[in-house]
């Protein structure tokens, strides 16, 4: 089945460390995207990608890193620097980036930081 | 001022209740979407149209492009209807809405 996934579903991490989210489609989406959602909150895009081995940054990309060295694959890494990283995390892609393209979303990943 | 707002924030229902959730828009817009979110946090894509009415079962969407607004009708809702529902609208970015938050009593 065609699909977006991402793993884990929950992750807990100690105030410091780097950690990675994994965003993995088998869609032959050109674009990707990483949102992050907290209470009462829309979605605040972070990183986007529209093509391999090119990303942009979003409206809250401090603190976040990505790579987009497969079409398949688009990780971002949570920094020690991102000063509020417990959030729910969701990554998408969509067909173009175009912008009238329907997106896709993964299950998401809720991120603790203890 | 956020690009997308709806309303109402929190909606409870009976079962069987018609229900309406809005959405205005400020910005211009090439499509607008209707997102479903369940409690475990994924998100599903319920519609996306630029114009007139789209209907799916139970679920209705309709737009006003010269309003810039949007709804989404429930009928006979039900349960497992109850879900967080997301206006979101693409224009050169996709701008989300706060959700809704839809609980339907049996």
């Known amino acids: 089945d065609g699909g977006i996934t991402q793993s884990p579903k929950y992750l807990f991490r100690k105030e410091g460390q780097n950690v990675t989210l994994s965003c993995e489609q088998n869609l032959n989406h050109d674009a990707m995207y990483w949102y992050r959602q907290d209470p009462g909150q829309g979605l605040r895009l972070i990183y986007y990608?529209?093509?391999?081995?090119?990303?942009q940054k979003g409206d809250i990309a401090e603190g976040y890193s990505v790579s987009r060295e497969k079409k398949e694959s688009f990780p971002l890494t949570v920094t020690s620097a991102q000063k509020n990283p417990t959030a729910f995390y969701l990554c998408?892609?969509?067909?173009?980036?175009?912008?009238?393209?329907?997106?896709?979303f993964g299950p998401g990943t809720r991120l603790t930081v203890l | 001022k956020n690009e997308v707002e709806q309303s109402p924030q929190n909606l409870t229902a009976q079962e069987g209740e018609f229900i309406t959730i809005n959405c205005s828009y400020s910005?211009?817009?090439?499509?607008l979407h209707w997102l479903q979110q369940h409690p475990g946090g994924g998100i599903v894509s319920l519609f996306m149209l630029s114009s007139g009415k789209k209907k799916h079962g139970r679920l209705i969407a309709t737009i006003n492009i010269q309003e810039k607004h949007s709804s989404l009708h429930i009928t006979a809702s039900h349960p497992r209807d109850s879900a967080v529902y997301i206006c979101?609208?693409?224009?050169?970015?996709?701008?989300f809405g706060t959700g809704t938050s839809l609980t339907v009593i049996p």
């Open positions: 990608s529209q093509i391999v081995n090119d990303f």
């Open positions: 998408a892609s969509s067909k173009t980036s175009g912008n009238v393209n329907e997106q896709f």
């Open positions: 910005v211009g817009i090439s499509a």
């Open positions: 979101a609208a693409t224009g050169n970015q996709f701008y």
